[in-house]
């Protein structure tokens, strides 16, 4: 677009049909941008998932269920000897006694070294508090097809 200066004004330049020619120069750019998205060529969203991290992901939902349901037994039979000596019995107690309307949350976890994975969690118990409480969760590979909580929540 070419502007003529007039004395303390700028006025447009026209189209040689009398028509200011800004209106459809920001129509044609304007209609380009929108456009532009839509040819664009997507991009890979998702990335291969190895069969540990499902394995991984799927004893960490075994876990988190048990707690959901109080099931003490279930639980600490996936924790590490670690862990089990490291934890009180009155911690344990304390964790697996979630209220009836207990839930959970299990967020895109990564693997931190061969074996071993964190999952970042959210734990809803309306019973203890009414703001979630965020967390993670560490599983391990305890066996061929074994795997167990290394970190409590």
Same mark, same amino acid.
């Given at each position: 677009?070419?502007?003529?200066?007039?004395?303390?004004?700028?006025?447009? @330049?026209?189209?040689?049909?009398? +028509?200011?020619?800004?209106?459809?120069?920001? @129509?044609?750019?304007?209609?380009?941008?929108?456009?532009?998205?839509?040819?664009?060529?997507? +991009? @890979?969203?998702?990335?291969?998932?190895?069969?540990?991290?499902?394995?991984?992901?799927?004893?960490?939902?075994?876990?988190?269920?048990?707690? #959901?349901?109080?099931?003490?037994?279930?639980?600490?039979?996936?924790?590490?000897?670690?862990?089990?000596? #490291?934890?009180?019995?009155?911690?344990?107690?304390?964790?697996?006694?979630?209220?009836?309307?207990? @839930?959970?949350?299990?967020? +895109?976890?990564?693997?931190?070294?061969?074996?071993?994975?964190?999952?970042?969690?959210?734990?809803?118990?309306?019973?203890?508090?009414?703001?979630? +409480?965020?967390?993670?969760?560490?599983?391990?590979?305890?066996?061929?097809?074994?795997?167990?909580?290394?970190?409590?929540?």
């Amino acid at each position: 677009m070419t502007t003529k200066s007039r004395g303390w004004f700028v006025t447009a @330049a026209l189209a040689p049909w009398g +028509r200011p020619l800004a209106l459809p120069l920001y @129509a044609i750019l304007l209609s380009s941008l929108v456009a532009a998205p839509l040819h664009a060529r997507p +991009r @890979a969203f998702h990335r291969a998932t190895d069969s540990n991290y499902i394995s991984a992901l799927a004893a960490a939902n075994h876990f988190l269920h048990a707690w #959901q349901n109080q099931d003490r037994e279930t639980g600490i039979a996936m924790l590490t000897d670690t862990i089990k000596h #490291q934890t009180s019995e009155d911690r344990l107690q304390s964790f697996f006694s979630s209220g009836s309307e207990a @839930a959970y949350e299990i967020a +895109r976890g990564k693997r931190m070294k061969t074996g071993r994975y964190v999952f970042p969690i959210t734990l809803f118990d309306p019973r203890t508090t009414p703001r979630p +409480r965020c967390s993670r969760i560490v599983i391990i590979r305890a066996g061929k097809d074994d795997w167990a909580v290394d970190q409590l929540p």
